[in-house]
Structure formats: structure tokens, C-alpha cells
């Protein structure tokens, strides 16, 4: 599956500080079209993607990131756009890491890609998605 990216349904900027995994959850529960269950799964997520930022981010407190979020009919997709060190992963991060199990439980698929926007400015985007099942798709299975 792919999302049309060209035009978020949000798109937020956040000061990586102690509020801002909380700030992330507000904007995110705001969007009013997933159900109640897959928009406690989006809003979960979210948070630990911000809260993985700020636990990264010690020494730039203050830093901004990009929060976007997607809601067609057919797929969820949430990314954070960072500088590149803030979403880094160590090797062992799958297993040892909370908010990757809960990634690899929740999301349908999730990455994390790195990017030269321009020499000086090295930046990554942690992005998940999660399929929207129909409720007649649900009852046929």
C-alpha cells in the first residue's frame, strides 16, 4: 500500500522538550477519522516516536521536529521528520527497545529512513503504518 504524502491531514512542528510527546498525542487524537481503537494505536505509537526523540535528544532540547500524520480509507501513516541523530538506531535496538516491540506489535510496517537534504543538514523520518480493515472485511474473514 502507499499514501498519497503530497497533503498531510496534520502536519505540526514540535519543540523536542519533556511536553512534547504529550503536545504529539493531543494533535494526533484531534483527527477524528480513525474508530476509537485504531485511534488509541495511532495515538500510542505517536507518543513513543516523540518520546524516543526527547530520550535521544539530551543535549538539543529545543530541537524541532516534523509530526505528520495521513488518514485515507485504506491506511494510517504517522511520520516524525528529525535530524538524523535524534532517530538513530543502535544495532540491538529490536530487541531491547519498548517502543520498537511495540512497533513491530502494533504498526503493519514502520522504518526509519535517513536522508541528505543538504551537506549540512542530515535528517531522518521514523514513519509507521496500520491498515484499515472494513467492517465487512472483518465479517468475511
Given amino acids: 500500500m502507499t499514501v498519497d504524502t503530497v497533503i498531510p491531514d496534520l502536519q505540526v512542528s514540535l519543540t523536542l522538550d ?3 510527546p504529550r503536545a504529539a498525542r493531543y494533535y494526533v487524537a484531534q483527527l477524528d477519522r480513525p ?3 485504531l485511534r488509541d494505536a ?3 505509537l505517536t507518543s513513543e516516536l516523540v518520546s524516543r526523540a526527547v530520550e535521544q535528544c539530551e543535549h538539543c ?3 524541532a521536529v516534523e509530526l505528520l500524520a ?3 480509507s485504506d491506511v494510517v501513516r504517522v511520520e516524525l521528520r528529525a535530524p538524523r541523530e535524534v532517530l538513530d538506531l543502535p544495532a540491538h535496538a529490536h530487541r531491547t527497545h519498548y517502543d520498537m ?3 513491530d506489535q502494533v504498526a503493519d510496517r514502520w522504518s526509519i529512513e535517513t536522508t541528505q ?3 549540512s543538514e542530515p535528517c531522518a523520518c521514523m514513519w509507521f503504518e496500520i491498515d ?3 467492517a465487512e472485511a472483518l465479517h468475511a474473514s
Fill in 35 to 37: 474508530s476509537p481503537d
Fill in 117 to 119: 537534504a543538504e551537506a
Fill in 70 to 72: 495521513w488518514m485515507p
Fill in 101 to 103: 516491540l511495540l512497533l
Fill in 42 to 44: 495511532v495515538v500510542l
Fill in 132 to 134: 484499515r480493515h472494513s
Fill in 61 to 63: 532540547s529545543g530541537e
Fill in 18 to 20: 519533556p511536553f512534547a
